[in-house]
């Protein structure tokens, strides 16, 4: 009877390999999540990343603005100190089209006229946009009659980098460009 117990307690001994299998099982299904989660956290950092990019280059073009007034046809009336806009003089509208026009002067070098500083401007500000995937912008004027003077500056990428080109601002990646729009 002692021997029975001996040869029992030794064929408890160890794992199986049915237990080692099972083991491995789990473990890889775990490691399987984890590289998902690793994945999407990825995406959804360069997707974040994106839309900061976007956001300062989207500041960067109003502060240029800013800093030519009249480049945006902006003036003052000397006695009632009230702004006038004249969209004639207005440079700083564009289509999301790519201009063709010729290579603007360097204003840092040289001084330049508000239209050469809008021109020169525009060309380093797309310079940036084009960073971004499918990156297209546009600067559009006051709405006439409103008697206020704004531009929006609106920045278009191809968040998804799916090939899209539409240009609604939608909520649907695969038809529209992600955007950002400020009105200053």
Excluded at 116 to 133: G, H, K, S
Excluded at 165 to 177: A, F, Q, R, S, Y
């Amino acid at each position: 009877m002692h021997s029975a117990i001996i040869h029992t307690a030794r064929g408890q001994r160890g794992f199986t390999l049915l237990e080692v299998l099972i083991a491995l099982l789990v473990l890889s299904i775990g490691l399987l999540g984890l590289a998902a989660l690793q994945t999407v956290g990825m995406r959804s950092n360069q997707m974040a990343n994106m839309r900061t990019m976007a956001t300062q280059i989207a500041y960067d073009m109003t502060d240029r603005m800013r800093a030519n007034e009249a480049g945006m046809g902006i003036t003052v009336d000397e006695v009632s100190l009230e702004p006038n806009y004249d969209a004639d003089s207005d440079f700083y509208l564009i289509g999301t089209a790519d201009d063709a026009s010729a290579a603007p002067p360097d204003c840092d070098a040289t001084v330049c006229d508000e239209q050469q500083l809008a021109t020169y401007d525009i060309a380093r500000w797309r310079t940036e946009v084009e960073r971004l995937p499918g990156g297209k912008s546009s600067i559009t004027g006051p709405v006439a009659g409103s008697g206020v003077i704004s531009h929006t500056i609106t920045i278009f990428w191809d968040e998804e980098r799916k090939g899209v080109t539409g240009e609604n601002c939608g909520p649907d990646p695969d038809v529209d460009l992600r955007c950002i729009r400020l009105t200053i």
